[in-house]
Nanobody
Framework: QVQLVESGGGLVQPGGSLRLSCVASGNISKIYVMGWHRQIPGKQRELVAV???????TYADSVKGRFTVSRDNAKNAVYLQMNSLKPEDTAVYYCHAALSVGGALIPGTYWGQGTQVTVSS
């Protein structure tokens, strides 16, 4: 069984910073992609940032220049450094990973339970 556990959410003032962490555990053979989505109540979940194995990163236009995604492959971890936070960044942030389990050739997609980020004065 694979688990993704997030941490680091909370309340921050506009212009502040937060760092989210996510660690994957279980019988993992290989992690191909790790990243972050977010969801505002009543809206669809949207991509924030992803880090593909090999160092390629992709960001939503709304967070470019403010957020940075990074991975620690030795720890099966992905991080999201969020700077210059805005009220519109308020959402539940979900970690996700595309990974193979137990030697399987085809990877599956797994999600964390989500962590709330609130940007408010």
């Amino acid at each position: 069984q694979v688990q993704l556990v997030e941490s680091g959410g909370g309340l921050v003032q506009p212009g502040g910073s937060l760092r989210l962490s996510c660690v994957a555990s279980g019988n993992i053979s290989k992690i191909y992609v790790m990243g972050w989505h977010r969801q505002i109540p009543g809206k669809q979940r949207e991509l924030v940032a992803v880090d593909v194995s090999g160092g390629t990163t992709t960001y939503a236009d709304s967070v470019k220049g403010r957020f940075t995604v990074s991975r620690d492959n030795a720890k099966n971890a992905v991080y999201l450094q969020m700077n210059s936070l805005k009220p519109e960044d308020t959402a539940v942030y979900y970690c996700h990973a595309a990974l193979s389990v137990g030697g399987a050739l085809i990877p599956g997609t797994y999600w964390g339970q989500g962590t709330q980020v609130t940007v408010s004065s």
